[in-house]
């Protein structure tokens, strides 16, 4: 009897070492999960805060409210255009926000620079903008890669349209670097006319036919495909709409979704049927 207990705890102990094992597992794919959320969010945020300096720039170029080269953008943020004038181009826009961290009204923390190269203000048709980055940091994240912006035409609603090229993207965080490239469409929804700026309110969404490609922390290749368009727009800080498949190597799919256009921060993965609502964007 006492040899069959001893088996029996054996079992026992066996059994949940194993399912301890699972939810490691489980844990490790929302780590990558996590991962992918802070960078979708930052990088979509990048491109949010782009479009609203060049907003400002054009405001500040056509009503020459400003004899000097710059001008306070948001975010606590330096911004300087070169040349200072509405007919030379290409020009030359650094947006720098210190060395030290300043807290915007997003209540993000940035340092550093984003520097934005652009042969026209976004309402010409011409407009193509390559964005860098010298030692920016986010929440402490350093973002490096380019980014490149095009402009491709109006949608059959009218909508402007541009290509969104995430060159070798790569997101050093605590936990360690995250990779990134993807192609997008990115269509401007709302607070886009061809005859007038209106940096107040803007929104944008963003799709792609092709997968995103990447490496988590950890060294693990993953894909990822957009489901639902990932809406963004600056009046929020966070993607407020949206739907990802995640596919980390020789792990299960994960189902990214950044909610139905509320404003929040709440993002819910789901996993083996399994639905994980207490994710945030940093």
């Avoid at 993000?108 to 652009?118: A, D, L, M, N, W």
């Avoid at 920016?136 to 912006?149: P, Q, R, Y």
């Avoid at 607070?191 to 107040?200: K, S, V």
Wanted: aromatic fraction near 14%; hydrophobic fraction near 40%; glycine fraction near 6%.
């Amino acid at each position: 009897m006492k040899r069959n207990a001893g088996i029996f705890l054996v079992v026992f102990a066996l059994i949940a070492f194993l399912v301890a094992c699972d939810k490691d597992d489980e844990k490790a794919d929302l780590k990558i999960s996590k991962q992918f959320i802070k960078a979708e969010s930052f990088f979509n945020n990048v491109i949010s805060e782009v479009f609203h300096n060049i907003f400002l720039a054009y405001e500040v170029l056509r009503n020459e409210s400003n004899g000097d080269n710059f001008f306070t953008g948001p975010q606590c943020a330096t911004t300087s255009i070169f040349p200072f004038d509405t007919l030379t181009w290409p020009k030359e826009m650094l947006i720098d926000y210190g060395d030290t961290n300043c807290f915007g009204t997003d209540k993000r923390y940035r340092r550093g620079g984003v520097k934005i190269e652009f042969t026209h203000f976004l309402p010409d048709s011409l407009f193509k903008a390559i964005i860098s980055f010298d030692n920016f940091f986010i929440n402490d994240n350093k973002v490096i890669g380019t980014i490149a912006l095009e402009r491709k035409g109006n949608s059959l609603e009218g909508q402007p349209l541009f290509d969104v090229k995430f060159k070798e993207m790569t997101l050093i965080m605590a936990e360690g670097t995250l990779s990134y490239k993807a192609e997008r469409l990115l269509k401007w929804v709302e607070g886009f006319r061809e005859d007038l700026y209106e940096a107040e309110n803007f929104r944008f969404e963003m799709s792609a036919d092709k997968a995103v490609v990447g490496q988590s922390a950890k060294g693990r290749p993953f894909e990822a495909v957009i489901l639902v368009p990932l809406q963004y727009n600056n009046t929020c800080a966070w993607i407020k709409k949206g739907v990802i498949e995640l596919q980390p190597y020789e792990k299960e799919m994960e189902t990214i979704d950044f909610g139905s256009a509320i404003c929040n921060d709440k993002v819910a993965v789901t996993v083996n049927a399994v639905v994980y609502d207490n994710l945030i964007q940093p």
